[in-house]
């Protein structure tokens, strides 16, 4: 399994504090993965010491076969970083800035500019770009953060907060961009406070609480494990009370609560247990109008998460 | 990693581009814009007001063919605002606005964006004093008539810029440690009052001059002397880091005049024979050593305190 990003036992230390307490983290490539966790869990930090801005105490980093360690330019020449609410020299215009980093980067001119053309265009700064970033706005800035993180066409795009400061039209913006880099192949490491984002667009996740890794995987499979498996919302047209009396007998059902014509099944088997149900209700002459599989929301799995690691 | 220029960006390529993102900031500060007007203001003075004066007492303008070379060499305050106004926000600004945090997760070494910022300072300034040199050239020409030794001037922008460059060394030390623009500044400015007024006094009234030759600055007064004979053309001259030009156009004139040191001693009541029987003479120094050592002063400050500037700034790490 290629790995975009590995940490092993990665640890940093602000005086007594531990803000990442040796932490163990794989990024698949290719994936987009969601870095998430409550404030102060240790996600910046362990951000900023990929993209070399911090220096760990223990433990490693490895970022695209990159040993991170400090200052190495190497290790991010293939990385695009959006750091939160990034901030650029006011002096300078949106294309000069774009233009400036794109060599460092050692983009050819011609690239450079075609590239910073089309990125204008992308995240909506297309006219502006001879306006001194002083003049933009917060959110201007945050578009522009984008572009610049995706300007050397990196392998892997780290992104601390993008929607941060976005309107509501700008966060769709930033959700659809995310989704067409992915499709390149580009791996997308998303570190973010809206759960529903990440939900919407990251196939997997890692949520850190204390410096510490609490669980990490394919999206379905963490909220799954942690909140248990989906509830199944069925409504019959008869009185439920034979169903329900049916349905508990199933080895697979946890726990049944009625409203009105509609039975919820909390369910704990892994796979599809729509026939099984089907077939019980029908079997008592129940007639099932409706049924919908309700998955648990990410935020409730993060929510259970949290609380359970105190 | 298909392209190219993704497996190995070139070294050149990058240094040039902090220097693109230094110069342009540089060159669009309203301070360096400021300070590059009070300078024009200041040689169109010094160009004009002796004609101006001349005109209101009907006297004849007559010509200087040495106005050039004898107003060469820029005064400390004008160095030390030179160096301030390029490189007082260069490291601290970038921390305080954030800036820093894109720039250093570029693909760029903390010591290439030192030496882009500190090539950039120099680009500034050189062509700063460039402009200046010229305007107080044609200037001069027009006014005074032919001007004598111009060949000298290059070695007194060379000059002028080693001496800048020891106050550019010493604020970027400072923003390097401090990382707050206001506290460098007031700090570089204290340090620059402090060697002036201070080797002012130590030169005048001790005979401790020999240590100013290792302080940046005013350095020591003296006096520049042929042996034999009292004085020379251009009579006093100071020996710090702030005055190389000035050093440089005395050794290319008179090559082997020697530089006296003299202190001011007061004996009280009314002193015999006019102020200069209240001077003592201390020592002389051939003027060479003298030069070569204000040289070889500025070069081990520029060095020394890039130097810390660079370790500081390598080894910061960005926690906000």
């Known amino acids: 399994m290629d790995l975009a990003i590995e940490t092993i036992d990665l640890t940093k230390k602000y005086g007594s504090l531990v803000a990442v307490n040796r932490l163990n983290l794989r990024v698949i490539k290719g994936t987009i993965h969601g870095f998430l966790g409550p404030n102060g869990a240790g996600k910046t930090t362990t951000i900023k010491i990929l993209v070399g801005l911090l220096k760990p105490d223990g433990g490693r980093a490895i970022v695209l076969g990159e040993e991170v360690h400090g200052d190495n330019p190497r290790a991010r020449l293939k990385i695009g970083y959006m750091p939160e609410l990034p901030k650029f020299p006011r002096h300078l215009k949106g294309w000069e800035l774009l233009d400036i980093y794109g060599q460092m980067y050692g983009m050819p001119l011609q690239e450079r500019r075609a590239r910073i053309k089309r990125l204008m265009e992308v995240v909506g700064l297309k006219g502006r770009e001879n306006d001194l970033i002083g003049e933009y706005s917060k959110g201007m800035q945050q578009r522009l953060g984008i572009a610049q993180a995706l300007l050397s066409e990196p392998e892997l795009v780290i992104l601390d907060e993008p929607s941060l400061g976005l309107d509501p039209v700008g966060m769709v913006e930033v959700r659809e961009m995310i989704r067409e880099i992915a499709k390149d192949g580009v791996t997308i490491f998303l570190s973010s406070h809206l759960l529903s984002e990440v939900e919407q667009v990251c196939t997997h996740i890692s949520i850190i609480h204390r410096g510490i890794c609490l669980a990490e995987g394919p999206l379905k499979d963490i909220i799954s494990k942690i909140s248990g498996t989906a509830i199944l919302e069925v409504e019959v047209a008869e009185t439920p009370d034979k169903i329900v009396e049916a349905v508990k007998r199933l080895p697979f059902v946890s726990n049944i609560h009625v409203e009105g014509s509609k039975v919820m099944i909390e369910t704990n088997a892994d796979g599809d247990v729509r026939p099984q149900i089907s077939r019980a209700i029908i079997e008592t002459g129940g007639t099932i109008i409706y049924m919908n599989v309700k998955m648990r929301s990410l935020e409730e799995a993060f929510m259970r998460l949290i609380m359970k690691s105190g | 990693m298909d392209k190219p220029w993704k497996r190995e ?6 240094l040039w581009a902090v220097v693109r993102y230094e110069l342009l900031w540089n060159i669009r500060k309203k301070k360096f814009i400021g300070v ?3 300078a024009f203001a200041i040689t169109t003075l010094n160009l004009t007001l002796p004609v101006i004066l001349r005109r209101t007492y009907n006297m004849p303008i007559e010509a200087n063919p040495d106005y050039v070379i004898s107003n060469s060499g820029m005064g400390g305050l ?15 600004g970038e921390f305080e606005g954030g800036t820093i945090v894109p720039l250093l997760t570029k693909p760029v070494s903390r010591t290439l964006i030192l030496i882009g910022k500190i090539v950039a300072a120099f680009i500034t300034i050189f062509a700063a004093y460039l402009l200046l040199y010229a305007y107080m050239i044609v200037g001069g020409t027009l006014i005074y008539g032919s001007q004598n030794n111009l060949n000298l001037t290059p070695l007194c922008i060379l000059g002028d810029l080693l001496s800048t460059f020891v106050w550019v060394s010493i604020i970027l030390a400072l923003g390097s440690l401090t990382k707050n623009t206001i506290l460098t500044s007031v700090i570089a400015i204290m340090v620059f009052l402090a060697m002036n007024i201070g080797s002012s006094i130590i030169s005048v ?6 240590m100013l030759h290792y302080l940046p600055g005013n350095g020591a007064a003296g006096y520049i002397k042929v042996v034999g004979q009292p004085m020379v053309y251009a009579g006093s001259i100071s020996t710090g880091t702030d005055n190389i030009t000035k050093m440089i156009i005395q050794y290319c004139l008179h090559p082997s005049v020697n530089v006296t040191y003299v202190k001011v001693e007061w004996r009280g009541g009314t002193p015999q024979g006019g102020l200069s029987s209240l001077l003592k003479e201390l020592y002389s120094e051939p003027l060479s050593l003298v030069l070569f050592r204000a040289i070889s002063v500025a070069a081990a400050y520029i060095i020394a305190l890039i130097t810390l500037a660079w370790y500081v700034f390598k080894r910061t790490q960005i926690l906000e």
Request: net charge neutral; no cysteine.
């Open chain 2, 78 to 92: 004008m160095l030390f605002l030179f160096a301030l106004v390029t490189v007082m926000n260069s490291i601290s």
């Open chain 2, 9 to 14: 960006p070139k070294l050149i390529g990058q």
């Open chain 2, 36 to 38: 590059l007007i009070v």
């Open chain 2, 205 to 210: 009234f001790t005979e401790s001059a020999w």
